[in-house]
C-alpha cells in the first residue's frame, strides 16, 4: 500500500477568480490517497470511494475555460464530473462503480472525475500502485 497521499490543484488566475463564488480556493480543494480511500474535497464538493473502485487513469486536457471554470461541472453526455482549476491538463480517474458527487442526497452517479492537481503524474502512480497490489 503506497505512502498517504495529498494532491493540491493546481490554479490558474482565471480558474482561482471562477472559483471564488463557489468556495473553491487552494485551501478547500484537493485530492487525497489514504486509508484504503480515493477522496476529493473541490470547494462544498466532496467524493470518496474506496481505493480497489479505482480501474484506471488517464491524462487530459486541455479544457475550455467557459466549460469548467467555477463550480464542479457535470457532463451531460457521460455523467461524469470536472474540478478544474486550469484549462491545461488533468487527469480522469474512472470508477469501477460509479460513486456520488455533485449532488448532496447522491442521486446522480459518476463513472469517473477529472481533476487538475499540480502534480498529474504523481496522482497517477500512486493509483497505479494500489492497482498492482
Excluded at 480543494?29 to 480511500?37: E, F, L, M, P, T
Aim: charged residues 20%; hydrophobic residues 45%; aromatic residues 8%.
Amino acid at each position: 500500500m503506497p505512502t498517504p497521499a495529498l494532491f493540491a490543484f493546481r490554479f490558474s488566475i482565471a480558474y482561482r477568480l471562477a472559483g471564488l463564488p463557489f468556495g473553491v480556493t487552494p485551501r478547500t480543494a484537493a485530492v487525497s490517497v489514504d486509508g484504503g480511500q480515493f477522496a476529493l474535497r473541490f470547494g462544498p464538493w466532496r467524493l470518496r470511494t474506496p481505493l480497489d473502485n479505482v480501474v484506471s487513469t488517464e491524462l487530459t486536457g486541455p479544457f475550455a475555460l467557459l466549460k469548467t471554470a467555477g463550480p464542479a461541472h457535470l457532463s451531460l453526455r457521460d455523467r461524469g464530473l470536472t474540478c478544474a482549476t486550469n484549462g491545461k491538463r488533468g487527469i480522469c480517474v474512472r470508477f469501477a462503480d460509479p460513486v456520488s458527487g455533485i449532488e448532496p442526497i447522491g442521486v446522480l452517479r459518476h463513472p469517473a472525475v477529472t481533476v487538475t492537481v499540480a502534480d498529474l503524474e504523481g496522482l497517477a502512480d500512486v493509483l497505479a500502485a494500489v492497482r498492482r497490489s
